[in-house]
């Protein structure tokens, strides 16, 4: 158990990154809330000392991105609805088309294109936190680039 | 565009309101946290939280669950969660009683819908093929009679000595199995409380508790030996890539006599990558006399290239499956070289050139995905009209078998017949319309195609009611028109006016 006190300060600091991230690649604002609080909780009792910010960081993206993943896996078992992402949050209308085009990407470049594009990760980062190899997220982040840039000057230009 | 997908992704914020309820429930740890010590000295350790949640019924059954977890699990409502996620067929879950006479205690592993938590900091994320080879092996595994002394010794969750966690749960129950270091198991099962009664103020009493004395070193062996292999099962699924390197990570060119392939083909090269990632290049062979320089090779099939940072390479094909991969590193001005690697192998090319073909050919075709959309809901009717110079003229067959081909083949094989590649709509060349309709679920759905003559075919796809007709989407594709007239004919179409 650990930090325990500072759950306010936590939240403040990571939340806005973790829902983000959680939301784009589950596309759902209560599987988001789900995923983030559950995230959370597991850095309160689980955590490990960390060696900085960066590590606490990515540390919790990695739990965040894991939760996101397994809730998609059970979406796909029990045929779950995402919801229309921009119906039930406000996103200004020129940012609509492309966060639309990225929602329709698979789960698998979702997740790298938003932690590269959105949180500027590095590729060798992006490796540790997703536990796919460095070619793999190169791979997906050319392939997913192509798919986003067609879909959304396809549909959304 | 990156910059833009950053820009909109970056305004999107955490609600004030769940903000406040996720502060809520981590503040709620720390007075919900119960250490106690047992009278044998074995520490029992759990975290429980109150779920703070959008839904009242969620709270209700977090805080039946949460209470559970007071006694059951380190792994508390994170467990519960995780658990939730995992693999969450519960459906399909048996309870334990209904499996005692089996010779594994706790039931059919590859019945239950387990996670295992092998204490490794994965919390029980492995793959399919790995959980299948461990319910091979808790099943097989001898659990050796029930342990009736346990001298007062009890769960042994988060002490230093676990060594990993089994839990699942079933309609109306959760259950562990602990099993420390020495190879004390633990089974306990609780059964939750009914979520219509309020949340239990004291933590349940487990329903039922089973102990055994396992050889852990033979667990072990078996459990790390599986999970050994789900690095490598990780790895192959990640390492579709070819000994020259990742294509798809490249920006190559192919190039036969008559295709040429590169990445403003979208989807054919993006295809072509992945098969020549896949493609079964074989063992390196020796270079065949006289063709050992790249340029010696004359009777190329095809060509591949790429370059990067100044490195040039290239692939290529002979007609009898001869293949040289070569590379030069060039400098700044591009006009010297030196060579930086050769290689040879031999490759079947008459399957090689059938893949290449097949990738064009896929890449034309929608995808199955975009069928199913096309086709989904159930068909009403299916009218073909003549909209040729300003006419609209219903000419799908009257008599009863002609008009059920129609509305089949506009229905099925036309849309089948639809290809990716978009040719641009003209209002001279537009010839027929298919209007079909579909009913699904409570939704009327029109989707009108418009064929032209120069093969282009555009879908406006409508929702009808009863205030008039929503646009739902629209979308471009390409169809053989000749073909597509063909068919219409075969099946009684009257085309000829």
Redesign the interface.
């Known amino acids: 158990m650990q930090k325990c006190g500072c759950a306010r300060e936590a939240v403040e600091k990571y939340g806005d990154m973790l829902y983000r991230i959680s939301l784009l690649i589950l596309k759902n604002t209560a599987d988001a809330e789900d995923a983030v609080q559950e995230t959370f909780i597991k850095y309160f009792t689980k955590a490990p000392e960390f060696a900085d910010g960066e590590h606490e960081k990515a540390w919790l993206i990695t739990v965040a991105t894991n939760k996101c993943r397994d809730m998609l896996r059970c979406r796909t078992r029990h045929e779950t609805e995402s919801e229309e992402l921009l119906n039930t949050y406000a996103v200004e209308k020129s940012d609509s088309g492309i966060l639309e085009a990225l929602m329709e990407l698979s789960d698998k470049y979702r997740i790298i294109m938003v932690l590269f594009y959105v949180e500027q990760y590095k590729i060798d980062e992006i490796a540790d936190i997703t536990g796919v190899s460095v070619s793999a997220v190169k791979m997906r982040l050319s392939r997913g680039r192509k798919l986003l840039e067609e879909k959304y000057r396809k549909e959304y230009m | 565009?990156?910059k833009?997908?950053?820009?909109?992704?970056?305004?999107?914020?955490?609600p004030e309101d769940?903000?406040e309820?996720?502060?809520k429930?981590?503040?709620n740890?720390?007075k919900t946290?119960i250490e106690r010590t047992d009278n044998d000295g074995y520490t029992e350790v759990a975290?429980g939280?109150e779920?703070?949640s959008?839904k009242n019924n969620i709270i209700r059954i977090v805080s039946a669950v949460a209470a559970c977890a007071v006694l059951a699990a380190g792994i508390?409502?994170?467990g519960v969660?995780?658990h939730?996620?995992?693999r969450?067929?519960l459906a399909g879950s048996e309870d334990v009683d209904a499996a005692e006479s089996r010779s594994c205690p706790f039931g059919d592993f590859n019945e239950l819908d387990y996670t295992f938590d092998a204490n490794d900091e994965k919390?029980g994320?492995y793959s399919d093929e790995t959980y299948a080879k461990l319910s091979e092996f808790l099943n097989g595994f001898s659990w050796g009679e029930e342990y009736e002394n346990t001298e007062g010794r009890k769960i042994v969750q988060d002490t230093p000595d676990k060594y990993c966690t089994l839990y699942w749960f079933t309609d109306d129950a959760n259950c562990t199995v602990w099993i420390s270091n020495d190879g004390f198991v633990n089974y306990v099962k609780y059964v939750l409380p009914d979520v219509s009664e309020p949340p239990l103020s004291e933590p349940l009493e487990p329903a039922e508790s089973k102990y055994y004395m396992i050889d852990i070193e033979a667990f072990d062996k078996g459990v790390q030996e599986i999970l050994a292999q789900e690095e490598a099962i990780?790895?192959e699924k990640?390492?579709d890539?070819s000994p020259f390197g990742?294509f798809?990570?490249f920006d190559f060119e192919l190039q036969n006599g008559t295709v040429r392939i590169n990445?403003n083909n979208?989807r054919s090269y993006?295809l072509v990558a992945d098969m020549l990632n896949r493609w079964d290049w074989g063992e390196e062979t020796e270079a065949q006399p006289g063709r050992e320089d790249p340029f010696a090779v004359t009777d190329s099939e095809y060509e591949i290239s790429w370059e990067i940072d100044h490195d040039v390479y290239w692939l290529k094909i002979a007609e009898d499956g001869y293949v040289i991969y070569s590379g030069d590193r060039y400098d700044e001005d591009y006009l010297n070289s030196e060579e930086i690697c050769r290689k040879y192998y031999n490759i079947e090319v008459n399957s090689f050139d059938e893949g290449i073909y097949e990738c064009i050919s896929e890449a034309e075709s929608i995808t199955q995905e975009e069928i199913d959309d096309l086709t989904s809901g159930e068909l009403i009717s299916a009218e073909l009209y003549d909209i040729s110079e300003g006419k609209n003229e219903n000419i799908t067959p009257t008599s009863e078998g002609d008009k059920q081909y129609v509305e089949e083949f506009l229905s099925g094989m036309f849309i089948d017949m639809l290809k990716d590649n978009i040719i641009p709509e003209s209002q001279e060349d537009l010839r027929y319309s298919a209007v079909l309709m579909y009913k699904d679920n409570d939704k009327t759905i029109r989707r009108t195609y418009y064929v032209h003559e120069n093969g282009c075919v555009v879908l406006y796809a409508y929702e009808v009611t009863a205030a008039g007709e929503e646009p739902i989407t629209t979308a471009s594709y390409s169809v053989d028109f000749n073909e597509f007239e063909n068919f219409l004919v075969k099946f009684g179409a009257d085309i000829e006016n």
């Not at chain 2, 833009?4 to 970056?10: G, M, V, W």
Request: hydrophobic share 35%; with cysteine.
């Open positions: 565009m990156d833009k997908l950053r820009n909109a992704a970056e305004k999107i914020t955490m769940m903000k309820r996720i502060i429930a981590c503040e740890i720390d946290n975290s939280t779920r703070i959008r508390g409502t994170t969660l995780l939730k996620n995992h969450s067929q919390y994320y990780a790895a990640e390492s890539v990742d798809t990570a990445k979208g993006e």
